[in-house]
C-alpha cells in the first residue's frame, strides 16, 4: 500500500520561509495522471485546499495563499513540493497532500500531514 509522507515543516517567525515536500513511499503507476494537491487544517477550522497542481502542471491557489506560496511536482521522483514565502501566524496548521487518479477516482492518496507553526 502506498503512503504518502510530508516533511519539511517547523516553527519559524512571521515573514520566514519553508519548503514541504511531499513523497510517495512506492511507485505510483501512471504518476502523470494524477493531480496532486495540498491541504492544511488549522485548529477548530474545517480543512482548507491550499494548492494544486494538475496532471498538465497547471497551478491555482487559495487567495490567501496567492503570491507567497509556490506548488511544483516531480513525475520521476513521484514528489510534489510547496513552498512557502512570507509566513504568516494564520498559515499555521497541519499540513497534508494528497495524489488524486484523474483517470481512476478511486485511487487517491494521502499523508499524515506535518505541523507547520508561524510565530508573531
Known amino acids: 500500500q502506498v503512503q504518502l509522507v510530508e516533511s519539511g515543516g517547523g516553527l519559524v517567525q512571521a515573514g520566514g520561509s519553508l519548503r514541504l515536500s511531499c513523497a510517495a513511499s512506492?511507485?505510483?503507476?501512471?504518476?502523470?495522471?494524477?493531480?496532486m494537491f495540498w491541504y492544511r487544517q488549522a485548529p477548530g477550522k474545517q480543512r482548507e485546499l491550499v494548492a494544486t497542481?494538475?496532471?498538465?502542471?497547471?497551478?491555482n491557489y487559495a487567495e490567501s495563499v496567492k503570491g507567497r506560496f509556490t506548488i511544483s511536482r516531480d513525475n520521476v521522483k513521484m514528489t510534489m513540493s510547496l513552498q512557502m514565502n512570507g509566513l504568516k501566524p494564520e498559515d499555521t496548521a497541519v499540513y497534508s497532500c494528497?495524489?488524486?487518479?484523474?483517470?481512476?477516482?478511486?485511487?487517491?492518496?494521502w499523508g499524515q500531514g506535518t505541523q507547520v507553526t508561524v510565530s508573531s
Open positions: 494528497n495524489f488524486y487518479n484523474t483517470f481512476n477516482t478511486r485511487l487517491s492518496y
Open positions: 512506492g511507485s505510483i503507476s501512471g504518476i502523470n495522471q494524477y493531480d
Open positions: 497542481i494538475t496532471k498538465d502542471n497547471i497551478a
